[in-house]
């Protein structure tokens, strides 16, 4: 690699960064959830059904999670065979969805609610190159560009009380191989992996290079991204190679490394600024190369997904521009009667603390408040005011409090089941304010 020097290694560093930072981030969350026996995220492998209650403060294996559907998640070994996944035949007004992911980070299908109705459908999940015949029974076939896919499915809770009929829905979830699914006997097994054990942290190392090209192995290489897969096997990341800081010069070493503190760094400030989550989670026809988003996407909250199903407004920043601090200020959000957002479903707002991005501890245990929550209040002219602070903003307001943590925050706004005016961005989020009451 003596063609290449100490400047071009590092703007390099920094694109292969980006490009496949989703990559090792999604093998992150294979890793505890379908491989390592010993992860409290462990669903019992691949195939299987994790299925949890709303998230609270101690699930932090994604970051951002929702606390307004229960979660499934679910990965599947597309290596020997196909697998097919079926939801339940559910009440018509309830949202729900099974999202699939490859590891790119791109959302390949939803199969619920918004798109197939809630009667219940089988879809097939295939790998690259699976060339077979569609069964009686399957409505269409699902593929990304990676051996493994993963999901995350989603039920409304419309109340904690409903928790038990969202729990007997997440257990009629089905996912088989194609060969059960058929009554046929199954292929030969794939061959075994010796996989990467995950350390946490290792996304900011040397190491994140050796992960990069261990999980590039099990993608299909895709012609829209051939210029950049060339570029960045400059610097050694090439799918099934090993990767080794000292095969190159100590200068070309340190730019490499250089370049990876920008990628990180340029992830951090655009996660703190103006951003649209639309962008951040999509399918590759709707990526076109956009990798930068991509990532960022994965950074502020894997396993997004696409406007059709929710559109999200990540809120960095109060009206006046500054970032959220419940250690300075006590903040609120008021929504006028006509300012109400067109969702067919719920809407809701969600607390993360900083730099973390997970959900935060407080008194009364609230870690979303929407509408869906019960006893939130309206005013007499119908608006909806809510309130973001460290303490309670009063007896008479606490109803309509999400509680903030003693430092940084970031608010996230969803809408499930969105209209037009959301989908399109006609409809505007009011800003969050700096209030004086209960002030610090």
């Keep these: 690699m003596s063609d290449l020097n100490a400047s071009d290694a590092r703007s390099i560093a920094k694109e292969a960064y980006t490009f496949v930072y989703p990559l090792v981030m999604y093998y992150r969350t294979m890793y505890l959830q379908a491989i390592d026996t010993t992860s409290s995220s462990y669903s019992g492998g691949f195939g299987k059904w994790l299925h949890l209650g709303l998230a609270t ?15 499934s998640y679910a990965w599947v070994d597309l290596r020997a065979e196909p697998w097919v996944v079926t939801m339940p035949k559910i009440d018509p007004s309830r949202f729900y969805t099974s999202q699939w992911d490859d590891l790119w980070g791109f959302v390949l299908d939803n199969v619920g609610s918004v798109e197939d109705g809630n009667d219940g459908v089988s879809v097939l999940l295939a790998s690259p190159s699976w060339q077979g015949d569609v069964p009686d029974g399957v409505k269409r076939v699902v593929r990304g560009d990676s051996e493994f896919l993963g999901s995350l499915s989603r039920v409304q809770v419309t109340d904690p009380a409903d928790m038990d009929k969202a729990k007997r829905i997440q257990h009629e979830y089905k996912l088989e191989s194609l060969s059960s699914f058929l009554g046929t006997s199954a292929p030969a097994a794939a061959p075994d992996i010796k996989w990467l054990p995950w350390k946490e942290g290792l996304e900011s190392t040397d190491d994140f290079w050796t992960y990069a090209n261990f999980v590039l192995s099990f993608t299909a290489p895709n012609a829209q991204d051939q210029p950049v897969l060339d570029k960045i096997a400059r610097i050694g990341v090439v799918s099934g190679q090993s990767w080794d800081a000292s095969s190159f010069d100590k200068a070309t070493a340190d730019a490499i490394s250089a370049g990876m503190t920008d990628a990180i760094s340029a992830l951090k400030s655009a996660s703190q600024g103006s951003v649209d989550p639309a962008k951040f989670f999509r399918s590759r026809k709707d990526t076109d190369k956009d990798y930068f988003n991509r990532a960022l996407g994965v950074y502020v909250g ?108 970031w608010p996230v706004y969803r809408t499930y089941g969105p209209g037009t005016p959301l989908q399109d961005g006609t409809w505007k989020l009011p800003d969050i304010e700096k209030t004086t009451q209960n002030g610090h």
């Design 57 to 71: 403060p101690q699930d932090t294996d994604i970051v951002a999670p929702n606390n307004d559907t229960p979660y």
């Design 302 to 409: 894997i396993f997004g997904n696409v406007k059709a199903q929710s559109v999200y407004f990540s809120v960095p920043r109060d009206g006046d521009g500054d970032l959220f601090d419940g250690s300075k200020h006590s903040y609120s959000v008021t929504f006028a009667a006509d300012e109400m957002p067109p969702v067919k479903y719920f809407w809701s707002w969600t607390m993360y603390k900083l730099p973390q991005r997970w959900l935060v501890a407080n008194p009364i245990n609230r870690y979303s408040l929407g509408s869906a929550t019960p006893g939130l209040k309206k005013a007499d002219d119908g608006s909806i005011t809510i309130y973001f602070q460290t303490d309670s903003p009063g007896r008479d307001k606490e109803s309509n409090w999400l509680p903030a943590p003693n430092g940084p925050f």
